[in-house]
């Protein structure tokens, strides 16, 4: 076998991987992003997340496209003036283009969002997984 037979399924499983969740980009305590969040069914409890823990819809957990597993971030919905912090460990949301979070359960209720679905927020990082 050549090494390019070897290498070439490897290379293509991870940019496989990397077009389904998307690359986690650096992060710096204070960026701030703005966008609509959502916030993940019930129905979800339980199922495994893309970072690996299953998903819990009563711990302050959030899903984004590229922030690190493990960042801190303080999300304020900006309808209610209501923060928390909440630990990314999932990716998402998948749809619509213009959602930029999915909060777990709890969170929304704490945010006062389960009642509209969603809504815009303001997030920004206050904490970096650990190594970042």
Do not use: Q, W
């Given at each position: 076998?050549?090494?390019?037979?070897?290498?070439?399924?490897?290379?293509?499983?991870?940019l496989l991987g990397l077009a389904v969740a998307g690359p986690a980009h650096a992060v710096e305590v204070g960026d701030v992003q703005e966008g609509d969040a959502?916030?993940?069914?019930?129905?979800?409890?339980?199922?495994?997340?893309?970072?690996?823990?299953?998903?819990?819809?009563?711990?302050?957990?959030?899903?984004?496209?590229?922030?690190?597993?493990?960042?801190?971030?303080?999300?304020?919905?900006?309808?209610?003036?209501?923060?928390?912090?909440?630990?990314?460990?999932?990716?998402?949301?998948?749809?619509?283009?213009?959602?930029?979070?999915?909060?777990?359960?709890?969170?929304?209720?704490?945010?006062?969002?389960?009642?509209?679905?969603?809504?815009?927020?303001?997030?920004?990082?206050?904490?970096?997984?650990?190594?970042?």
């Open positions: 076998m050549t090494f390019a037979r070897i290498i070439r399924p490897i290379v293509c499983l991870a959502s916030y993940m069914a019930d129905s979800l409890h339980g199922n495994k997340t893309a970072s690996g823990e299953p998903y819990n819809k009563n711990a302050m957990t959030a899903a984004h496209r590229t922030l690190p597993f493990g960042t801190r971030v303080k999300v304020t919905y900006l309808k209610t003036g209501k923060s928390v912090e909440l630990t990314n460990n999932d990716r998402g949301p998948h749809k619509p283009a213009n959602r930029i979070l999915d909060v777990s359960g709890a969170a929304a209720k704490a945010l006062g969002m389960v009642k509209d679905g969603h809504g815009a927020v303001k997030i920004e990082v206050v904490g970096k997984p650990p190594g970042n």
